[in-house]
């Protein structure tokens, strides 16, 4: 550590409370952490670099925030902290000096329906007291201009004791609500298509039900089929209205259906109840194939997808109305605010200008308050979260980031840096992980965790400053400085997909030829319109003629403590056939999911003992030992090893394991090879989805696409946490798929990518109403000889050009 970083502690004239200058850690264990003991100096810019899966979020934020969340939730009174996250105490022997750590990570928000960018940073709440003071007509309180809530009123008799007597007396309330009632606040109807549900023509007996999971003879169609309230031989389009409502809408009845008592419901709320309300993305294929043929989102045709009611959008400031406002780009509405002057509200535009210029400083100028919080991007989302503390007057607190410039141009990336130094400035403690060359530049400490990931990684490499990196000869330090060489010969194109008109967001009436066969990289600054472009033509488009398109996004992995790669990938299916094909007995004994589960933990391996208010405690189940299966499972073997042994082997050795010998299955090994392609060779198969990092998960995500039967593979950003160690893989993967004949679109803001490319096309020139065009088509080398844009600019910096 430079010694500027540390006070003179033997100083007679140093106040003891001076002394406190380090975040001291000893002992470390969270995850593959091995025995971590580092001193972090605090008021600087500390950041935490190393290949994908070293331990960096182990180390600050399951050890560092999470230590100092617990002891802040332990000042709480027990019944307050009943209603809190139990967190437990990180595996570390000493933690000192902590201070309060507000967390900024890369969490996508809610995708609930009524959650959006404006809900989520408190812009709505001052614009809805805004319009209820000043709006014309007047119409009620704040609530009035919320669709989130429902006008309601009532009246009764409500019995009080009063004085040893009991009295009754009239009440009545009333609620004015800004919903809109007829999408309940949501901004879109859905519309189920009747024809997907079933055939007219036919009749319950004859299979006139297309639903999955509703074959005759199943208790779901039995349900219709013998319920009694029509003839199941009598073809539904000859049902009489009132057995058509039966059929369809009929509100839920007890009733004995078969011989047992049972609730009767139509069949169009019986399907929204079981499936729509469910999440999409964790539907099974085939049941999210249905939905998405039988459902239709139709924006509101009461609100105009404005989600509000009538009254609340017939009142108006100088002929604006709330849902223009929120509708109105964030730099629009944040000087449309500003030319507002009313001194009864005065210290209430000085705040809501406050944040609305926050947004701009942050780059998310470009976004609307309208826009569903669900669609942000990782990277949008952690800004998004930024917003509230950027004006924030408290100092001496320890911001923790992660991955602060994820979904950042090179030109953005700039604007964060001054954002992060700033936050530094005021006094505070920031703490940053992070693998952008550019961002690590600007850091005083930065602490290199490694060697390599997973189980060989968890040791810190190197401790001090950037210069004192550049010349340790870690896996960062050797790869700090690389530059990418742009293509001397770039391959020819194949075919050409033709974008004509295309005008989702912000794009303005695109015409674009995208090369097929090549690699292709889509680029601009953020909000430039790049996922618009194709996201919204190409993916959710149709695709070039006879090829399937596989999109890659950075949408989560959802999964339990009980998914793991294995699950995720369905690597487990064919490794569960092996084993039961070995041993002449049922695959599902091979799943600690289900009947090869240790009975005494579930198959979870450890115990969990809820202690209420206080962190739970996990300890390894005494039956199984913490390898999930019953002991009879662990009898059967495949060549020499129990199933608990294959699933604790990393990707590497499974790949040789099942690709010869008497273990040799094909479809467990094609799984494997595969992951290692993308550079997850280090995982265990068994290691639980949960803890693994950004980057990791993505990479798993990719693995199992590239399964898929498709000619275009979109990628967004697959370099999103990856080191600069990596990258090179990933270039090389790329490589793989276009020669194995595939097109290969990516969206990226990363130049070595950039530089790789065959074709790039570029967006902007800015974000929001600002970009939406194409500035540059070509290859790299026309886009660094031209410098004609952004891009061109910071790609000409990074090659030397």
């Known amino acids: 550590m430079s010694k500027d970083a540390r006070p003179d502690t033997h100083s ?9 200058d380090l975040i001291r850690v000893h002992g ?24 994908s899966g070293s331990g960096k979020s182990s180390l600050v934020f399951d050890t560092i925030a999470a230590e100092s969340q617990r002891l802040i939730n332990e000042t709480y009174s027990a019944f307050v902290q009943g209603f809190m996250p139990t967190l437990a105490r990180p595996e570390v022997d000493v933690l000192d000096g902590l201070t309060t750590a507000i967390i900024v990570d890369q969490q996508r928000m809610g995708a609930d329906p009524r959650s959006t960018v404006g809900t989520a940073t408190d812009a709505n709440a001052m614009l ?42 009239r009440r009545e309330f009333s609620i004015t609500g800004g919903m809109c009632l007829r999408c309940e606040g949501r901004g879109a109807v859905t519309d189920i298509d009747l024809t997907q549900l079933f055939d007219e023509g036919k009749s319950l007996n004859e299979g006139a039900l297309t639903i ?3 074959t005759a003879g199943g208790w779901n169609h039995r349900l219709y089929s013998e319920s009694g309230l029509y003839d199941p031989d009598k073809p539904i389009r000859r049902f009489t209205e009132r057995e058509r409502e039966d059929f369809l809408h009929r509100e839920p009845t007890r009733m004995k259906i078969a011989g047992i008592n049972m609730t009767y419901e139509g069949l169009v709320p019986r399907i929204q109840r079981s499936m729509l309300s469910k999440d ?13 043929r039988a459902v239709t989102f139709t924006t509101c045709p009461d609100c105009d997808g404005t989600r509000l009611s009538g009254a609340a959008r017939s009142s108006k400031i100088g002929g604006i109305g709330i849902a223009d406002a929120c509708a109105m780009q964030i730099s629009d509405l944040a000087d449309w605010v500003r030319g507002l002057e009313e001194p009864s509200v005065a210290p209430l535009l000085a705040t809501l200008q ?17 826009r569903p919080a669900g669609t942000l991007s990782g990277g949008e989302a952690q800004r998004t979260k930024m917003i509230r503390h950027l004006g924030s007057s408290l100092t001496d607190v320890t911001y923790v980031f992660d991955e602060p410039t994820i979904g950042l141009h090179p030109h953005d990336i700039q604007r964060m840096n001054g954002l992060l130094l700033r936050l530094r400035d005021k006094g505070n403690t920031v703490l940053v992980v992070e693998h952008k060359p550019e961002t690590i530049a600007i850091a005083d400490h930065v602490v290199d965790l490694g060697p390599g990931a997973g189980t060989a990684g968890g040791a810190v490499c190197f401790e001090g400053t950037v210069e004192g990196l550049r010349a340790a000869g870690t896996v960062t330090g050797r790869h700090l400085d690389d530059r990418s060489a742009v293509k001397e010969s770039v391959r020819k194109p194949t075919g050409t997909l033709e974008i004509r008109g295309a005008a989702t967001h912000n794009l303005r009436d695109v015409d674009v030829d995208i090369p097929l066969g ?4 889509v680029t601009g600054v953020a909000g430039s319109g790049k996922s618009s472009l194709v996201h919204g033509s190409l993916v959710n488009g149709s695709g070039p003629d006879g090829a399937g398109v596989v999109s890659v996004d950075q949408g ?13 990938s369905g690597l487990l299916d064919p490794i569960r056939k092996a084993f039961a094909k070995a041993n002449g007995v049922k695959p599902a004994l091979f799943s600690a999911n289900s009947e090869g589960a240790c009975p005494n933990c579930n198959g979870a391996g450890v115990v969990y003992t809820d202690l209420a208010m206080m962190a739970g405690v996990a300890t390894v189940c005494e039956e199984c030992e913490g390898k999930r299966f019953d002991a009879s499972v662990l009898g059967y073997h495949l060549g020499g090893r129990d199933i608990s042994e294959v699933l604790a082997m990393s990707v590497t050795e499974a790949g040789e394991f099942f690709g010869a010998g008497e273990a040799r299955t094909p479809a467990a090994h094609a799984v494997l090879k595969r992951l290692a392609d993308v550079g997850l060779g280090y995982l265990s198969l068994g290691q639980p989805l949960t803890t693994l990092s950004g980057g990791e998960r993505q990479r798993l995500k990719l693995a199992t696409h590239m399964a898929e039967k498709g000619g275009v593979y979109v990628l967004d950003e697959p370099t999103a946490g990856l080191h600069l160690a990596d990258v090179e893989q990933l270039l090389g993967l790329l490589d793989r798929l276009v020669d194995s004949g595939k097109s290969v679109i990516v969206v990226e803001h990363h130049q070595a990518v950039m530089a790789h490319a065959d074709w790039i096309i570029d967006l902007g020139p800015g974000a929001g109403h600002d970009g939406g065009r194409i500035v540059f088509e070509g290859t790299p080398a026309d886009l660094v000889a031209a410098r004609a844009t952004l891009t061109g600019e910071h790609l000409a910096a990074y090659v030397g050009g």
Do not use: C, W
């Open 212 to 214: 999955p999971g509703y």
């Open 280 to 292: 999409r993305e964790a539907m099974q294929p085939h049941i999210r194939a249905f939905v998405d």
């Open 556 to 568: 989560g992995i959802r999964g339990s403590r009980r998914s793991n790669p294995a699950t995720y």
């Open 28 to 51: 470390a264990r969270e995850n593959n952490l091995k025995d971590v003991s580092i001193e972090i100096p605090k008021r600087r810019l500390t950041v935490f670099t190393g290949v």
């Open 12 to 20: 007679p004239a140093l106040h003891g409370a001076d002394s406190h």
């Open 354 to 370: 406050q944040t609305l210029d926050s947004f701009v400083e942050i780059g998310l100028g470009y976004l609307s308050l309208d």
């Open 518 to 521: 090549v690699l292709v990289v």
């Open 128 to 169: 809805r007291i805004l319009f209820s003071r000043l709006g014309q007509p007047h119409i009620g309180s704040p609530k009035a201009f919320s669709f989130n809530v429902a006008s309601a009123s009532g009246a009764g008799a409500l019995t009080v004791e009063r004085a040893g007597r009991t009295v009754k007396e």
